[in-house]
C-alpha cells in the first residue's frame, strides 16, 4: 500500500472555484450610453397619451390649446420657478367623434430618452402626459344668422331658466302656456312619419276600450260565486245547486240535525253563525236544501280556521287529506274533494282561493238569513276585521249598513236588486 498521505494531496493550482456560466463573448456584451443633454423645447412639448376604453387607430389633427399661468403677486414671494402652462388637445377630424386630451398627473414631470445608437448618446426632452376620452358630436342645426339670433336665444333661456327657478306661480304658468303652444305649433310642421305615428296613435285611443267595457271585464274575473246578474227576483241570483253541484249539495247529509233538532237535542258545532242558526233552519221540513247549505258552509269554515301558514309568502296551507277526513267528519269524500278543489291547488290557498272562500261564505251566509246578514256571528267564525268582511259582501253585490238596538251596533248586509257592485275608481276631474 502506499503513503496515505498521498491520497489526499491537494492539486498546486489555484484553489479559488471556478463559475459554471460561460462568458459572454462578442455581440451579447452591454453597450454604454451617456446623457449629453435634457431638452426642454420652448415650444409644445411632446405628449404621452393614454386612451383608456378605446383604441385610437387613425391619424387624427389634434390642435393644441394653452392656458398660461398668471404672474405671482409681487408681495408673495415666488418660488424662482416657472410654472408650465397648461395645454389641452382637441380633434374634430373624426365624422362623428370628437377626441379631447387633458394632462394627468401634473406636479409628475415625464421625459422622453431618444438614443442614438451610432454615438451612443441619449438626449432627454420634457413631455406631458394626457388622457383622451372621446365624444360622439351632437348634431346641431345649422342657423342663418349665427350672430345675434344665437346671444338673443341665449338670453331668452337664460331669462326663462330663472323664471322657472324664482319666478312665482303667476310667471311660472306664463311660462309653461309659451311652451305649450310652442309644442302645438311644432306639430304643423312635421314631417310625414311624424304625422303618421300621432295619426296610429289616435286610432289606438279610438279604439281603446271605454270605462262600461272595463267595468265589465272586471266583473267577469272578480272572484265571485257564478250568478244570474239578469234574474228579476234575488232568490234567482244565486242558486245553490250552481254554486255548489246538485250531486254534491245531494250528498251532504243532514238527516243527524233534523232530528236532533225535532228532540230537542243541542248540537255542538264550532261556529257561532251555524250554532245560532241551525233549530230555525232545521226546525222547516220543506226547505231541507238551505239546511244543506248550512252544514257545507260549517265545512267550509272549518277548513278555512284549520289552515296552516304556507311556504309561499302570503299562502296557506290546507290539512292532509287524512286529517281533513277528521276535521270534516260526517262529511262524504265526494264532498270533501269538492271543497279541497274548489279553494285551493293541490293543498295550497292563495289569495285568489282566499277571496274565492270568503265571497262563497257571503253568498252562503245570505241565502241562509234569507239575503239580510248580521255579520258580527260570520265576521267571528271567519277571524276577519269589519271592514274586510263588509268589502267581501259588497264584492258579491250585497248594501253594508249600520244600525243601532238596544246600544248594541249592528252591521247589516242586504242583498236586494239591483246588486251593486265596487266601480272602479277613475281620477279626479281637471
Sequence with gaps: MGDPSEKKRRRAEDDTPKS????????????EFSITKVHTPQVSPPVVAVTPGFLLRDKHAFDVYEKVPQQANKRRKSSGIPQAPEMALHSSTHVSIDYTARETEQMLNHYLAI???KTKEI????????MVRHKVRAQQEERKEPGEES?????YERRTA???EFGTRKAKKALKSVADNAIMASTDNLGQAENTMLQNVKEVFAKSATKEELQAAVDQVRPVPKGNYNAEHIQDVYIPREIIGSEILNAVPVMDWQEAVRNNEAVNVPSRFVAHRIARVAANKEDKERLQVLRYLLWVIILWVTTGKGRERGTKTIAKRDK???????????VIENIRRKFSDNGVMRKEHMELLMTHCCVFASIIDNFEVNMNDLREDLKLEQKQLAQ??????ARVKQSKAG??????AKLQLPLVFPRIRSGARR
Excluded at 407 to 412: A, T
Design 20 to 31: 459554471k456560466k460561460k462568458k459572454s463573448e462578442g455581440a451579447g456584451a452591454a453597450m
Design 115 to 117: 438614443v442614438d445608437p
Design 123 to 130: 438626449e432627454i426632452i420634457s413631455a406631458k402626459k394626457m
Design 151 to 155: 346671444a338673443a336665444q341665449t338670453n
Design 162 to 164: 330663472l323664471g322657472e
Design 324 to 334: 281533513l277526513r277528521e276535521l270534516l267528519s260526517p262529511a262524504p269524500e265526494v
Design 392 to 397: 267581501y259582501f259588497m264584492e258579491v253585490g
Design 407 to 412: 246600544g248594541v251596533m249592528k252591521h247589516i
